[in-house]
């Protein structure tokens, strides 16, 4: 993979830090540079990916003529004389209609040969044997193929599966579907981290472990495994060379103090960086490298920085795998409906509820504190040295 490596030390502050815009390009480079493989997987596992083929019928939909109501189904012109009964999903038992014929009959069941049409029970009097209404030829029957025909292609390549795919493809007879869906392991680091009870005395509950799964959906990925690691250097690397999925994210090792051994863990495995640090606040402690086909991203372990991060790396690179759009895109340029300093060489993320052509702070979004996220909706991306006019939004989960 030919990816140059950080552009971005004119930024100043932190040498070497790309430009927040540029970093994201660089993400989405890799991204689709990498790509994920097609792979087969079951109705239950598949929702998110592209399809990576068009979806076939692979029967004729309706499979079989069905009624569309319960009632009576009828052949010729009434009355009819009553001869059976037809539930859904029962045997057909050889019932064929002749003229002048009805058989009483559920949503859904097989509609018997010869029937013209369904007359709902509320069109409908019954006396004695007979059946009576106005029947309209052709009503209130699902014909067989009259919503798509056998082979038929009814979805392209490159679809997204949503519930409403997954329904229609079961609907089709798929049992599974050939799918691009990035695979995502998370390793959460550092000693002081529980995930359970209580915070204080040093202990810190994990807040990306609960956080990232949701952000890694959004972006049309699947998790595999959060893991919980200590701060050693040999279990980070062993854990990142066995992950066995297309990206593993670490958490909180990104930094430079003693216990931040992403970077020299990279060094050791020889993988190709492409962003270590991006110009921005919160959140510049950010890595994006790759090596035989795995990409690793490393995120702050500040929790607002980490989402930040999230958003700037993680979820471009995952929709460019995939190839579907940047679920964070779409929200119109706005103003600020509070006074906002840009700094002088980073992108600030600022926390904002979107309103009606302008966009307001929630505050609370200090590196450490998801408070602000939480009330927001969308970060405001206030550029270096900005100093007033519309600002970009980059959409929250
Ligand atoms: N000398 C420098 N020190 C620091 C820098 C720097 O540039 N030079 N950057 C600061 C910034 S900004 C950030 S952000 C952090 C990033 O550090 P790490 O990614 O190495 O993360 P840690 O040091 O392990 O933790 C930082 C902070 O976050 C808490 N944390 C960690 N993981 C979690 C988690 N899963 N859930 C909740 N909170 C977490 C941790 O307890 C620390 O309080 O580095 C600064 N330092
Ligand atoms: O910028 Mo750090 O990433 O402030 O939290």
Redesign the pocket.
Known sequence: MDIPVADGAACGG?GGAVPWARARERARELGARSGTPARDLPLGRALGGVLADDLRALVGLPAFDASAMDGFAVAGEGPWRLVGAQLAGAPVAGLSLGRGEAVEIATGARAPKGTESVLPYEHAEVEDGWVRGEALPGRHVRWSGEESAPGERVLEAGTEVTPAVLGLAASLGHDGLGVRLPTVSVL???D??ATNGLPGDGV??????PLLPGVVAWAGAHLDRVRMLG?GFGDLGEALTTAGTDVVVV???????P??HLRGVLRELDAEVVVDGVAC?????QLLAHRDGTVFV??????N??LVASLTLLVPLLCAMSGRPDPTAGLARTTLGADVRSRPDDTRLVAVRVGEGYAEPVGHDR??SLRGAALADAYAVVPPGWAGGEVDLLRLP
């Open positions: 932190h959460v680091t550092g002081e981290l810190v509950r994990d807040a990306i472990g701060d958490c909180g090792s990104s930094s430079k103090g216990a931040d606040r919160p959140g510049h402690p490393g995120l702050p372990g500040n929790p920085a980490a590196p450490g």
